[in-house]
């Protein structure tokens, strides 16, 4: 059975509402979103959504990412503590604005930093912290603010909808990031969003998404180094919509993964990637954890298999971690300068294999499966049927 795509109208639940709005914003005239109405409804409701005093769309997840970090304004050779497990858009801005990413470690099972791998990474350049909800998985975020004495920034564009402890991801850290690319759980094409409650720093952040431009204030002027980041009428139009389908995609992706999830707790070598009690997850993919132990050649002989019977699949999700990029191991920023990394100490530059245990172990162990709210139970029973065949064909009896 053929699954659904997020990369295409079989996996996307886009229509009518799209297209009236669409239709109403070309009528208009007005594509920007400085003049037009589309964006501030977006903005509006998406702060009411998760529970923000204010929200500002942007033009990427990246550029969220990018607008919180401007925020924090570090200065160049301040440290910023990221995970080697993310998405590379959540890690380059950091050496766009001249400070560094200090790496942590990772917990072994659910490849998201942790409390204490954030405080192993601490020094006194530490200026803040990104933690990403890795699947739609929520990060002990909660732990990470309480001890961390920085902004931290939470970067949720996998994570729609989900919870710590009664909590909403987004509404924990200084800032929460969203991103309304093609395969998130809403989807503009591209498009992000940035929220948060303190009013200097969101001010701060709406600027710099204009070039650093007050737009609306008295007296305006350039204030300070800044980008177009801004979003269009078109893109705000289309997450309008999207946004009314939000709770109905996320329960929906939540009942097709329950199902899945219950179904391989009886297959050998595979392991549920833990979710604590009292969270919420909203499963932007379904991360497994392989045994190599009981599954001969562990992940990759796994995606293999599942390949031959037309079932994608990510063994280690990415394949090195960022650290591992040539952007690092080669230092390759502004020209031959190497800039900011010059700036760096030793430490923070030390990628040293012995220092990242638990990155090293999920990315041995992770097998990643796609999803999207269009899966159905038939969907669901086509791949645990298949998870079940390869694993009799790389040798694993049950």
């Not at 072994?108 to 409390?115: I, K, R």
């Not at 191991?329 to 190497?338: D, L, N, V």
């Not at 139970?377 to 065949?389: E, G, K, R, Y």
Request: charged share 20%; hydrophobic share 45%.
């Amino acid at each position: 059975m053929p699954l659904p795509s997020d990369q295409d109208a079989s996996g996307r639940t886009l229509g009518a509402a799209e297209l009236a709005r669409l239709e109403a914003v070309i009528a208009s005239g007005t594509l920007t979103s400085t003049k037009g109405v589309q964006t501030p409804e977006l903005e509006s409701r998406f702060a009411a959504l998760v529970g923000r005093r204010g929200a500002i769309a942007c033009s990427s997840g990246t550029a969220a990412v990018h607008t919180a970090i401007a925020a924090v304004d570090p200065e160049p050779g301040d440290e910023i503590i990221t995970s080697p497990i993310t998405d590379i858009g959540a890690i380059t801005p950091i050496l766009f604005h001249g400070a560094i990413p200090r790496f942590a470690d990772v917990d072994p099972a659910s490849g998201m930093v942790t409390a204490e791998t954030v405080a192993a990474a601490r020094s006194d350049r530490t200026r803040a912290v990104v933690v990403t909800h890795l699947f739609g998985i929520p990060a002990p975020v909660d732990a990470i603010v309480a001890a961390a004495e920085v902004p931290v920034i939470e970067d949720c564009a996998q994570a729609y909808g989900a919870a710590r402890g009664g909590a909403a991801v987004g509404t924990i850290g200084t800032f929460g990031c969203f991103s309304l690319q093609q395969g998130k759980h809403i989807t503009t094409g591209e498009g992000g969003v940035v929220v948060g409650d303190d009013a200097a720093l969101m001010r701060r952040a709406r600027v710099f998404v204009n070039k650093g431009w007050p737009y609306g204030e008295a007296d305006p002027d350039h204030e300070f180094l800044a980008l177009n980041l801004r979003i269009s009428e078109l893109q705000s139009a289309v997450a309008n919509a999207q946004l009314d389908r939000l709770v109905a995609a996320v329960d929906a992706r939540r009942t097709s993964v329950e199902r899945f999830l219950d179904a391989i707790t009886a297959l050998p070598g595979l392991e549920v990637t833990p979710v604590a009690a009292g969270d919420v997850a909203t499963w932007w993919k379904v991360p497994v954890l392989v045994d190599p132990a009981v599954v001969p050649g562990g992940p990759r002989a796994l995606a293999a298999e599942l390949a031959t019977r037309g079932i994608a699949s990510a063994p280690r999700y990415i394949q090195k971690p960022a650290f591992a990029c040539r952007i690092f191991t080669e230092q390759r920023t502004f020209g031959t300068s190497r800039w900011p990394f010059t700036l760096a100490t030793a430490e923070a530059l030390d990628y040293a294999a012995e220092r990242f245990p638990g990155t090293t172990t999920y990315l041995d162990r992770v097998l990643v499966l796609p999803w999207n709210e269009r899966y159905e139970s038939s969907h669901v029973d086509t791949v645990v049927a298949a998870l079940s065949s390869a694993l009799r064909a790389v040798g694993v009896v049950a």
